[in-house]
């Protein structure tokens, strides 16, 4: 892919013909993040979060990333999208308004940053003219689990029209369901919570929302208690909402984990020229706990 030299309207799709004046590739080097100070300093022996632990006992951690080393780790991160629903291997859909680069996903300072930027790209996966971009992971055919403590320690962007969240899909690639753990939408200092069930296109929501600019001050854990026709929401550790039911999944999903732009009307809005770009969706650590008496799956 290349990016644009100027800036355009997103355009999408494999049969658009782009007339373009000017073209430079896309170059390795991440963008540098203006809008977000990366602070050295750590607390909990190296740790931004307040500790919190699965509650009740019996609990092993099953899977974890700390994001200690100088780049993703590739045993457990995929780069490319692989569920229903999606454009291409770097596309959500018309949702969204970025394309997923390699580039914009960095470690730092012992955490993961997902940045978002506003230089056009040329995309090839699906073809087309994308006016922002995106980092985007996923831990599908690396790990999947189903039931457990899902947890992220993460600081959240502000600005109208960003979109980042941590979610789980399945691994079988169907769609629904779905759980949001921590969906943001930065235009309305809205965190989403919730369950996607049902079957395509009769697609049933249970959600939750917090309306906080918390998120984008300071590092939180959001967490999601999964189990058999049980679903418990909490952020740092406060339980935010309890869904119960046969439409609670019950199949092993994976880790979702991007920093996406909205492009539609409501939720806030797409980006304006309020929005700092580039910015980041940071995240300390991701950990996965299982309990012995919780089929997993696997």
């Not at 080393?69 to 780069?79: C, E, F, Q, S, V």
């Amino acid at each position: 892919m290349a990016r644009l030299s100027r800036r355009i309207l997103p355009v999408v799709g494999a049969s658009v013909v782009v007339a373009l004046a000017s073209l430079q590739p896309a170059t390795a080097t991440p963008p540098t993040v203006t809008s977000t100070t990366v602070s050295s300093s750590h607390s909990d022996n190296g740790r931004t979060c307040s500790p919190t632990r699965p509650p009740g006992s019996g609990w092993r951690l099953s899977w974890h990333d700390e994001f200690e080393g100088k780049a993703l780790d590739r045993t457990k991160w995929n780069t490319v999208m692989d569920f229903p629903g999606r454009a291409g291997g770097h596309y959500h859909n018309e949702n969204y308004g970025s394309y997923a680069l390699e580039e914009n996903i960095v470690l730092r300072h012992g955490r993961l940053h997902l940045i978002t930027n506003d230089e056009p790209v040329v995309g090839d996966d699906p073809p087309g003219v994308y006016d922002y971009s995106e980092g985007f992971i996923s831990s599908h055919d690396k790990f999947f689990q189903a039931y457990g403590y899902w947890q992220i320690c993460a600081r959240f962007p502000a600005g109208r029209g960003l979109w980042p969240a941590f979610w789980l899909v399945p691994q079988d690639r169907t769609w629904p369901p779905e759980f949001d753990v921590a969906e943001w939408f930065g235009g309305i200092d809205g965190m989403h919570q919730g369950i996607a069930s049902g079957t395509w296109p009769d697609v049933r929501w249970d959600s939750h929302w917090t309306y906080d600019p918390a998120p984008t001050t300071g590092w939180h854990t959001y967490a999601l208690l999964w189990e058999p026709g049980r679903a418990v929401f909490s952020i740092d550790g406060h339980v935010t909402a309890t869904f119960e039911g046969s439409f609670v999944p019950d199949k092993p999903m994976y880790v979702v984990l991007n920093s996406g732009v909205w492009v539609n009307d409501d939720r806030g809005g797409p980006p304006d020229a309020t929005t700092v770009f580039p910015n980041v969706f940071e995240v300390d650590y991701v950990r996965v706990y299982s309990r012995g008496d919780l089929p997993t799956g696997r």
